[in-house]
């Protein structure tokens, strides 16, 4: 698939549409996700300056020593925080490790917090000066930003355009910084990240400096979702999707390897992994009932995200 027809499939939506006309930027960013799940978003606001230092600060620590980043791994705890090492996730049904290794940012709660029981705290790699002051600022950059593309997607499926700020607010939302080392040799079957879908409500992906993010189309074609440089794609969670009784999908998407000279160059990126408040109850919207298709059985968010943990090895 080439560049062109990636940009024909997903056509950047600038974010400035929101302010002008909210129902149009609604219904094309909805057209985008009913279709595919996913969708392109210019004009994002995020500073570039941040999530280049981001970038910088990420591959500061994965350039670490490993028994220096072993310092932040949390045993049995489900990689919510801290270091996940390289071959540790797998992909609810895959067979094969995923080639990647990754850090975990999560939200910092006041003390005595009601969710504190469902959210651990975050650590902070100690040989990083800069870390706190760029990776959390990125954060709480991101969760904003979160909350505009919910306000669009309320619209869109008809609800008041803040019915999603009291399911997210005080959520249990991660940032992921991922790195993707140059691949070396036979791989045994392992891909970067095996097809998959996202366990959350909805989530915001930077675009990596390497390519290879693909995506699964109803007809079951993989296609490229690389967005063009300053584009952010976003893309539904199995949480949103089962709360919209899948009308919006949560899409099967996978990071497959480089070929030729590009084995040697790592990859990054930084998804933000927006979620539900651990209490929150996943059912069916109003007006989200299908003929034909039963709805799924009420779940908590804290039951469903520690359900799928299990499933994909980080529990």
């Excluded at 790195?179 to 409500?201: K, L, W």
């Excluded at 074609?221 to 440089?229: L, S, T, Y």
């Excluded at 109003?286 to 520690?306: K, N």
């Amino acid at each position: 698939m080439t560049a062109t027809d990636s940009l024909t499939r997903f056509p950047p939506v600038s974010m400035s549409l929101q302010k002008t006309d909210p129902e149009a930027f609604a219904k094309e960013l909805g057209k985008s996700f009913r279709e595919y799940g996913f969708a392109a978003i210019s004009d994002h606001g995020l500073d570039q300056d941040l999530i280049d230092r981001a970038y910088e600060v990420a591959a500061k620590f994965f350039a670490l020593p490993e028994e220096t980043k072993m310092k932040y791994f949390i045993e049995n705890g489900g990689g919510a925080r801290g270091y996940t090492p390289f071959g540790k996730e797998i992909a609810k049904d895959a067979q094969h490790v995923d080639l990647k290794e990754f850090w975990h940012v999560g939200r910092d709660l006041p003390a005595g917090h009601p969710y504190e029981k469902d959210m651990a705290p975050n650590v902070m790699p100690e040989e990083i000066a800069e870390w706190e002051e760029v990776i959390h600022k990125l954060y709480s950059a991101f969760d904003a930003l979160g909350g505009d593309v919910l306000r669009a997607i309320a619209t869109d499926l008809g609800l008041e355009e803040d019915f999603f700020a009291d399911t997210v607010r005080d959520g249990n939302s991660v940032m992921r910084l991922l790195h993707y080392p140059p691949v070396q040799g036979d791989t045994g079957g392992s891909i970067r990240a095996e097809a998959h879908g996202d366990i959350n409500t909805i989530t915001l992906l930077l675009g990596a400096d390497e390519p290879g993010l693909q995506v699964m189309t109803r007809e079951g074609e993989w296609v490229d979702m690389n967005p063009p440089a300053g584009c952010l794609a976003v893309n539904m969670g199995d949480m949103l999707s089962r709360s919209t009784n899948g009308i919006l999908p949560s899409t099967q998407h996978r990071v497959i390897n480089p070929k030729g000279a590009r084995t040697e160059h790592s990859r990054y990126s930084m998804p933000f992994f927006l979620h539900y408040r651990p209490d929150y109850l996943i059912e069916t919207l109003p007006g989200c009932e299908r003929e034909g298709v039963e709805p799924a059985e009420p779940i908590t968010a804290h039951e469903f995200l520690f359900q799928r943990l299990k499933e994909i090895g980080l529990m």
